[in-house]
């Protein structure tokens, strides 16, 4: 292994016990930007799922094509409808709406069933300069970025990516995903680079910032599904909410996230193992971290 950032030998990050007189506030807004009209259920998964990591308040911002599917979903989360652009995104004149939704959050999501378009792209670029409260950027929000990498040294808070081996190739200007070592090789030079935590997706899921990094050892095949990842960025920005650092938050996230999949499958198999099933198993995973730290 060639790596430029150390291993981590410090022990699971782990959420603080909570207090008897706490409250919702205490323990984080985080707010899920994204979903269009055919891809509800990606920001809905996140949402859910930032919920079962437990943000006090979600809030998810969504075009107004979709907002009623999503708030379908659950009823523990807010929805903000957002103008759309007729095609079922979100539209660019709703840039100012986001921004404002922003300014009330303590995490950010950017991009589960976001899609593509001109004013996504911008949206995206603006998002990164102007949101001071740590931002988790995945999906079309990476897709989007892969061109405007220059924002990234000016943002205005700490950042997560969470590529999968495709975005993460869009992300460098690589024609096709490349080998396994040489892209954590280059996850540890662009998180340097660009002063952000990168989440590399994949078996064995690698977490750096460039100077220090760390592996997840859990998770399985039943999970490369539709939806997992979703699943994933609700869970970092429901950590980050609660005070976490971004890669203690991805750290720690990965891993139960990989539990929970674990739990799933050995109940249901990994064949009929699905990504709306991981959710279910976030308690037990999120109890068995912590009586394993204890």
């Not at 990591?53 to 523990?76: H, K, M, N, W, Y």
């Amino acid at each position: 292994m060639n790596n430029r950032a150390r291993l981590t030998d410090a022990p699971l990050p782990r959420l603080a016990p909570r207090a008897a007189d706490s409250h919702k506030g205490t323990y984080g807004r985080a707010l899920l930007v994204g979903g269009s009209r055919g891809m509800a259920g990606a920001i809905s998964l996140a949402g859910i799922s930032c919920l079962r990591s437990g943000a006090g308040l979600v809030r998810i911002a969504t075009a107004q094509a979709c907002a009623d599917v999503v708030a379908g979903f659950e009823p523990a989360y807010m929805t903000v409808a957002l103008a759309d652009d007729g095609a079922g995104r979100i539209a660019s004149a709703a840039l100012e709406t986001v921004l404002q939704q922003c300014d009330a959050a303590d995490a950010v999501a950017l991009g589960p069933g976001l899609g593509r378009s001109d004013g996504l792209d911008e949206l995206v670029a603006r998002m990164i300069a102007d949101v001071a409260c740590p931002l988790v950027v995945d999906a079309d929000g990476l897709n989007a970025l892969a061109s405007r990498t220059d924002v990234l040294p000016g943002a205005a808070g700490p950042c997560v990516l969470t590529p999968h081996s495709g975005e993460f190739a869009r992300l460098v200007g690589a024609d096709q995903p490349l080998p396994l070592d040489d892209a954590r090789d280059r996850a540890d030079l662009f998180a340097a680079e660009h002063g952000v935590v990168v989440v590399l997706k994949g078996h064995r899921t690698y977490i750096t910032d460039g100077d220090t990094c760390a592996w997840n050892e859990t998770g399985n095949p039943g999970m490369a599904t539709g939806g997992s990842g979703d699943v994933l960025t609700g869970m970092i920005s429901g950590l980050l909410a609660q005070g976490l650092s971004c890669f203690d938050a991805a750290r720690l996230a990965t891993h139960v996230h990989g539990l929970a999949g674990d739990l799933a499958a050995r109940e249901l198999g990994q064949v009929s193992l699905v990504a709306s099933d991981l959710p279910r198993y976030l308690p037990a995973a999120f109890r068995r971290t912590a009586e394993s730290s204890d």
